[in-house]
């Protein structure tokens, strides 16, 4: 995933709204309406939200008549994951090491203790 189409999926859900939108559409796809029914804001401040998420590549609209359903790219997703994945990663082998030598640290501590 380049680093921009990362940026803007990042700043998508940075949002509450919209992390709220993938979740519910992580269900289903769900037509603008059914979305709409569970926010207190306007069909076009909707159908703001739902734009930023197109533009990041989360959700996709068939070209048509209304009403269409949204649909959650998965994929995107799947590439987070692993993006995240491979920092979690990263860190627990730094932690790992950090153990080892506080390990040895422990064992030479003891050692001169005797």
Do not use: N, W
């Not at 979305?35 to 703001?48: D, G, H, N, R, V």
């Not at 649909?71 to 080892?100: G, I, V, W």
């Amino acid at each position: 995933m380049p680093a921009d189409t990362l940026s803007r999926v990042f700043s998508a859900l940075s949002d509450p709204t919209r992390r709220d939108m993938v979740a519910r559409l992580s269900a289903g796809d769900a037509t603008v309406s059914q979305l709409a029914e569970s926010y207190p804001m306007t069909l076009q401040a909707i159908y703001k939200h739902l734009r930023v998420l197109e533009d990041a590549g989360l959700v996709t609209r068939p070209p048509g008549p209304q009403p269409r359903p949204v649909h959650l790219e998965t994929e995107c997703l799947d590439e987070m994951s692993a993006l995240l994945e491979f920092y979690r990663q990263r860190a627990e082998r730094r932690y790992q090491k950090l153990d080892s030598v506080l390990k040895d640290i422990q064992a030479d501590e003891e050692r001169d203790s005797d």
